[in-house]
């Protein structure tokens, strides 16, 4: 008990020691910036950044009803793994058609056109990839492989070190599979999604090698 006493006293230092830390970063930012702000606030730069034409405003809303539309158009051919998250990549996907809508929208660079031709793009990859990842080595490439965490209501240190997983985020998964003794436990995994899984049970019940099978 006076161990965790004294890790708790050692957080707590260093939580403080990295707040004074930041208030002082910020009020040396502070000091060094608010001559450049003063300046700026007088520019034609920092008008610009504040205000907004009626042509620009319509563009921005048709263009994301335009790119909306598309998008649900896609989703809808392409089906319900668009937006799922069953391995590493389809996370990537969707950051990528998010990048593309968020660009689309409000950038003048970027056309509606491009936009939508940047969305198909992505989608038909998507599509490539779901059926390549059917080939075994295919799979391999593009997957992480999961890791496992706990076993039989043993903590795997090294596992947890690696995939930098701290006791706590441990402890908030178990809670949230309603484990109330380590020993229901049978399996905690660490997805290749980046999602925690906790198999629990009786102990005369094992889990079948099927499921352990990665």
């Given amino acids: 008990m006076r161990l965790f006493k004294n890790h708790d006293k050692i957080q707590q230092i260093l939580i ?7 208030v002082s970063v910020w009020i040396i930012v502070c000091s060094y910036s608010i001559p450049y702000f003063r300046t700026l606030t007088k520019s034609k730069i920092m008008k610009e ?20 539309i598309a998008l649900v158009i896609m989703t809808r051919i392409s089906g319900k793994r668009s937006f799922s998250k069953m391995s590493s990549f389809d996370f990537a996907i969707t ?19 491009q936009g939508i031709i940047g ?12 059926f390549a990842r ?25 596992s947890l070190q690696r995939c930098h997983v701290t006791e706590s985020d441990l402890k908030a998964k ?10 229901e436990v049978k399996a905690v995994i660490f997805e290749s999604t980046g999602d925690i899984s906790v198999l629990h049970g009786s102990d005369d019940k094992d889990i079948d090698d099927w499921i352990m099978d990665f």
């Fill in 134 to 158: 059917r080939l075994k080595w295919v799979e391999q490439i593009m997957d992480n492989k999961p890791t496992l965490l706990m076993k039989d209501g043993k903590i795997i240190e090294g």
């Fill in 95 to 113: 950051v990528a058609i998010g990048s593309i809508i968020a660009t689309v929208i409000v950038s003048k660079s970027v056309s509606l056109q």
């Fill in 119 to 130: 969305l198909l793009s992505i989608y038909v990859i998507q599509i490539s990839v779901a």
């Fill in 16 to 22: 403080l020691l990295l707040i004074l830390l930041t």
């Fill in 49 to 68: 950044w504040f205000s907004i034409s009626s042509e620009s405003l319509i563009a921005i809303i048709l263009t994301a009803i335009g790119i909306y």
């Fill in 174 to 183: 178990l809670r949230e599979a309603n484990v109330i003794q380590l020993s």
